[in-house]
């Protein structure tokens, strides 16, 4: 499974709008369920109001109904394997299990297999507000 989402975020960059950037991201969530959500970034004029690819594959996800996730891969022209920033390693920490594998790629599909834990530790938490 890790290569068929690998290969669908890689491909869900040609489906990015980002015309201030120029840094198309695509994403492939996979939930319990078996089904495969993508996402790929969609900038606008004003910069807070862009949503990257991450979180348009959770959002849409969520939307449907899906709240349990397996696996994610997030692909960009990168020189390294690409990180999610700070917003979707929030978002990622909501939706996601500690332990619940991220694969992070380049165009090179250089690879680097994290888990949500990995990438944020010592979130903020739901609990944290109870």
Same mark, same amino acid.
Request: aromatic content about 8%; proline content about 6%; charged content about 25%.
């Given at each position: 499974?890790? *290569?068929?989402?690998? *290969?669908?975020?890689?491909?869900?960059?040609?489906?990015?709008?980002?015309?201030?950037?120029?840094?198309?991201?695509?994403?492939?969530?996979?939930?319990?369920?078996?089904?495969?959500?993508?996402?790929?970034?969609?900038?606008?004029?004003?910069?807070?109001?862009?949503?990257?690819?991450?979180?348009?594959?959770?959002?849409?996800?969520?939307? +449907?109904? *899906?709240?349990?996730?397996?696996?994610?891969?997030?692909?960009?022209?990168?020189?390294?394997?690409?990180?999610?920033?700070?917003?979707?390693?929030?978002?990622?920490?909501?939706?996601?299990?500690? +332990?619940?594998?991220?694969?992070?790629?380049?165009?090179?599909?250089?690879?680097?297999?994290?888990?949500?834990?990995?990438?944020?530790?010592?979130?903020?938490?739901?609990? +944290?507000?109870?």
């Amino acid at each position: 499974m890790k *290569e068929k989402l690998l *290969e669908k975020a890689i491909q869900m960059r040609t489906k990015a709008y980002v015309p201030y950037s120029e840094f198309p991201v695509g994403a492939a969530l996979l939930t319990s369920s078996g089904k495969i959500y993508t996402g790929c970034n969609i900038e606008n004029a004003a910069y807070p109001s862009t949503c990257c690819a991450e979180r348009v594959a959770i959002f849409k996800a969520i939307s +449907d109904g *899906e709240t349990e996730f397996t696996e994610m891969a997030v692909a960009a022209d990168t020189k390294r394997p690409v990180p999610p920033c700070g917003t979707c390693r929030q978002v990622m920490s909501e939706f996601f299990d500690p +332990d619940m594998t991220i694969h992070l790629t380049n165009l090179n599909k250089n690879v680097q297999t994290v888990t949500t834990d990995q990438l944020l530790p010592f979130s903020f938490q739901k609990e +944290d507000m109870e």
